[in-house]
């Protein structure tokens, strides 16, 4: 059974940084592309930032030039290095991952959630 646990949130001041990081585990043959979501309390689920296995990227224009994505293929995880933090910043943060296992099947996972908490 696949799994995305993701790990590195928490409460830091406007300005600051965090890195969140996510690790795939479980019967895995290979990942595609794998990305981070957020989700502020009353808004809906918005992409983050993208990174594909060739290693091209996407980027939310509100995060662009503050949020870096990259990923360790060896170690099936993906980080992303958020600087610059603002309050506006603050959500739950989700992984996410195409992943397909030893049989075959692919499927699009999510983790559980990571809570960033921007404030002064």
């Known amino acids: 059974q696949v799994q995305l646990v993701e790990s590195g949130g928490g409460l830091v001041q406007p300005g600051g940084s965090l890195r969140l990081s996510c690790a795939a585990s479980?019967?895995?043959?290979?990942?595609?592309?794998m990305g981070w979501y957020r989700q502020a309390p009353g808004k809906q689920r918005e992409l983050v930032a993208v990174?594909?296995?060739?290693?091209?990227?996407n980027y939310a224009d509100s995060v662009k030039d503050r949020f870096t994505i990259s990923r360790d293929n060896a170690k099936n995880t993906v980080f992303l290095q958020m600087n610059n933090l603002k309050p506006e910043d603050t959500a739950v943060y989700f992984c996410?991952?195409?992943?397909?296992?030893?049989?075959?099947?692919?499927?699009?996972?999510w983790g559980q959630g990571t809570q960033v908490t921007v404030a002064s």
């Open positions: 990174i594909r296995s060739g290693g091209s990227t």
């Open positions: 479980g019967s895995i043959l290979n990942i595609a592309a």
């Open positions: 996410n991952a195409d992943i397909t296992d030893f049989r075959y099947w692919g499927d699009n996972y």
